[in-house]
């Protein structure tokens, strides 16, 4: 058996989104509407840290960048999270900052 062979799109541009090599919905949570948009491997170009895991989501993988909706800015409410930890949300608690020598109760 052959390995699996990536076929690229007709006409050389990514097959989903608007361009750019993303595609944008609206998602309804228990915390809201948001808009989110996944973003390709080869259109992360920068690192982010995500706020769901605290973790830096280095440059040329693949995520989402949610803001919520209702926002009419939307520029400075952006977030970029890793897909996972976008999924897992809800069941997440909010990540406790804690200094080097603090207990971990």
């Keep these: 058996m052959s390995p699996r062979k990536n076929r690229r799109a007709v006409s050389g541009k990514p097959s989903q989104g608007g361009g750019g090599g993303w595609a944008q919905q609206t998602e309804d949570g228990p915390d809201g509407e948001w808009i989110v948009r996944s973003?390709?491997?080869?259109?992360?170009?920068?690192?982010?840290?995500?706020?769901?895991?605290?973790?830096?989501?280095?440059?040329?993988?693949?995520?989402?960048?949610?803001?919520p909706a209702d926002e009419r800015g939307g520029a400075d409410d952006r977030r970029h999270w890793h897909r996972p930890c976008w999924q897992a949300r809800a069941r997440r608690a909010p990540r406790v900052q804690r200094s080097r020598n603090a207990p971990r109760y």
């Design 39 to 67: 973003i390709t491997g080869a259109a992360a170009v920068k690192a982010y840290r995500c706020p769901g895991c605290d973790q830096e989501i280095p440059r040329g993988v693949p995520h989402v960048v949610a803001w």
